[in-house]
């Protein structure tokens, strides 16, 4: 309480001051650092402190058995040693509905940035089916100025007691989908975020091509071929994705340049394999280019 | 102020009736006095109107006040800005309210009218001429609606030419903003731009026809055998509507679809959206579900369990059954067996039925003696094209 007050006092201080001070227009340029992982996009969920040690103690036990089953493989130490050619290490499957838990779906809509809808859920067949309709229509606020996406993307990976992870995928060279499409094309978002700021929004793309129809396909693209962009613009400087720490997996799709309408996308699994006639190790040029060119 | 909706349009085919004024009066010089009189005076009236409509061309209402939107009328209304004056006072905002009207115009995709926006720009006068001038953006506005300009071509997949790369060195010189701009899209705009294992058209085409027959092919790509045919229903007795039929069908689907048996059904499920560049079209398919015999039996021998290694030399037990199956083809899919692709110009039931009746002679004798259902989705889309 006698925080709550002084926190008042003070505000209500800096208000005084900020009102005396009428011709100072300029806003505070924040450009330089990330204040949260959200950029802003994070929704606050009020909760008293009362429900989240209730809801704490809940999930505390699921959290012991995952600690005790890390513990296990710790004494174990019977790690895969042999990655054998052409074998596919299957990371997510949708064949189980609780599978589709650990993935979450945003569109523009979301955040009333748009009017595009999507959902991810089993298809009759028994896969994950990530679909909806897609709309640049722009919503009237006078402020955004495109819209029309829609995304899924895997939760961030997790050990017990919520302490963050991420996966190694240093033994693996290949990315493999067996996916069923409309035509469309998507793109794979790879998300490398690492402790500090700068990295948070380090994603690496690639493009899923899909041929429509009734018939699967299976999509193999090599980790070289994922070029580097952060906020959805592609940098200068590029770099191969660091493989041992991927924090999580998505797709998107847009509806901008007439793309507009309905879209489906069924996904049986999203794999690994080990190619050894895949030796590139990344597929876009390095060289040095002039100085104060780049990253400006 | 412009005050009528056709104001544009009467401006334009005043000036071109100007021109042609001037041109009657040089071809023409033994006319009569008065008739010269008359024309003086009517050239005097269109003069002050053209000197009205410089006055009153407003730049951000004018794009909307054009009678036809075209191609033609948009690159004019770039030619009327740029020989208003010299100065050219106000081409930022001119060049941001003609790129807000660009699809209007459907010029949104056409690289000559980026280059003619461009060309809006004086030559010269925003180069750089020293070392901080082109490290602090030198002109920031006109550097931003470059950039801006360059987006909306991104955005719309227009890939630029290396004529623009000039122009735009011409403006802003080797450091500027736009410059980088164009580099960055050069690099990364020529590796995506073939990189679709599936080649449509850029353009697709408008035509439903052309597309279905495009969308067939792309899905019969999985099969190299498929065969594309099309039908006309008019061949079929008692068809009701009359229309096109694009059907896909390999010679491994029809020997799968003799082998179905008769006493289970087969099929036709629709319509699916196939999505070719921007266009979409509505597909159907004939599908027969799995036999039991033929579902995938997955080997439960763990290569990596130790604790029970059979020696093949000591086999005393029950010898093992033969799991080998013959190895499914790629149409019998893990939820069915695919038998037949469609597009049909109407996308009704009848069509459909046409659909089977020309599978029956061209090939597939024994569906006639099949169960055949019709498992329509609800209809999310209502037109066939969209667009």
């Known amino acids: 309480m006698l925080i709550q007050l002084c926190r008042k006092v003070l505000t209500d201080q800096v208000n005084n001051v900020r009102a005396l001070r009428t011709i100072h227009t300029t806003v505070v340029n924040k450009t330089f650092w990330e204040k949260e992982k959200k950029s802003g996009y994070a929704q606050k969920y009020p909760l008293t402190s009362k429900k989240m040690i209730l809801d704490g103690l809940k999930e505390f036990k699921s959290e012991l058995n995952l600690w005790k089953e890390e513990m296990k493989e710790k004494f174990e130490s019977d790690p895969i040693l042999v990655f054998r050619p052409g074998e596919i290490d299957v990371i997510w499957k949708f064949s189980e509905e609780q599978d589709l838990d650990k993935w979450v779906v945003t569109s523009d809509k979301d955040h009333n940035q748009g009017l595009s809808v999507a959902s991810f859920e089993r298809s009759p067949a028994g896969f994950g089916l990530f679909s909806g309709n897609l709309s640049s229509e722009l919503p009237i606020d006078g402020r955004i100025k495109k819209a029309g996406y829609c995304n899924i993307k895997s939760m961030r990976q997790r050990k017990s007691f919520k302490r963050e992870t991420s996966f190694d995928w240093s033994t693996y060279n290949t990315l493999v989908m067996r996916v069923r499409g409309d035509g469309r094309p998507y793109l794979i978002n790879l998300s490398c975020e690492a402790y500090h700021d700068m990295t948070w929004n380090d994603i690496y793309h690639y493009i899923l091509y899909t041929r429509g129809g009734p018939h699967w396909q299976v999509t193999k693209i090599p980790f070289s071929k994922f070029f580097y962009a952060s906020k959805g613009r592609v940098q200068d400087k590029q770099v191969a994705f660091p493989v041992d720490r991927v924090t999580s997996v998505g797709f998107s799709v847009s509806g901008r340049a007439g793309y507009d309408g309905n879209f489906s996308l069924e996904v049986d699994y999203i794999g690994l394999e080990f190619d050894p006639h895949e030796t590139e190790d990344f597929a876009y040029e390095t060289y040095k280019v002039d100085k104060y060119i780049v990253q400006t | ?387």
């Not at chain 2, 059979?310 to 029950?318: A, E, H, I, Q, Y």
């Open chain 2, 1 to 387: 102020m412009i005050r009528c909706k056709n104001c544009f349009a009467s401006f334009v085919t005043n000036r071109l009736r100007l021109q042609r004024v001037f041109q009657l009066r040089q071809l023409c010089t033994s006319n009569e006095k008065s008739e010269e009189q008359k024309e003086s005076e009517q050239i005097k009236r269109e003069k002050s109107h053209e000197q009205f409509m410089k006055q009153a061309l407003i730049l951000k209402g004018s794009f909307e006040y054009v009678a036809t939107k075209d191609k033609g009328n948009y690159l004019e209304m770039i030619k009327i800005f740029e020989n208003k004056d010299v100065h050219r006072r106000n081409h930022v905002e001119f060049i941001y309210a003609a790129l807000k009207n660009m699809e209007e115009f459907n010029v949104h995709k056409d690289l000559q009218v980026y280059k003619a926006l461009i060309d809006v720009m004086p030559k010269g006068k925003f180069i750089p001429q020293n070392l901080f001038q082109a490290e602090f953006m030198h002109y920031p506005k006109q550097q931003q609606c470059m950039i801006d300009l360059l987006e909306q071509m991104e955005d719309n997949g227009v890939m630029p030419d290396y004529e623009m790369e000039d122009m735009l060195v011409n403006i802003f010189g080797r450091r500027g903003h736009p410059v980088r701009k164009f580099w960055r899209m050069m690099y990364w705009m020529p590796k995506f731009k073939n990189l679709s294992p599936w080649v449509v058209p850029n353009p697709p085409p408008q035509d439903a026809f052309e597309l279905a027959q495009l969308a067939v092919e792309r899905m019969c790509s999985v099969d190299v055998e498929s065969v594309i045919n099309i039908y006309n229903t008019e061949d079929v007795e008692d068809s009701v509507d009359h229309t096109w039929i694009v059907s896909g069908q390999s010679p491994e689907q029809k020997e799968l679809l003799t082998r179905h048996p008769i006493k289970s059904a087969v099929y036709i499920e629709g319509p699916f959206l196939i999505w070719l560049r921007d266009k979409s079209i509505n597909y159907f398919i004939l599908r027969g579900d799995l036999p039991s015999n033929r579902q995938p039996v997955y080997d439960e021998d763990e290569y990596d369990d130790v604790s029970h290694i059979d020696v093949p030399l000591f086999g005393f037990g029950k010898p093992k059954k033969n799991k080998l199956i013959v190895k499914p083809s790629i149409h019998e899919q893990s939820d069915g067996i695919i038998y037949a692709v469609c597009c049909t110009g109407m996308s009704t039931k009848d069509s459909l039925l046409s659909w089977i009746r020309l599978l029956e002679k061209d090939g597939n004798p024994t569906i006639k003696d099949l169960a055949i259902l019709f498992k329509f989705k609800s209809p999310a889309d209502k037109e066939l094209v969209t667009t």
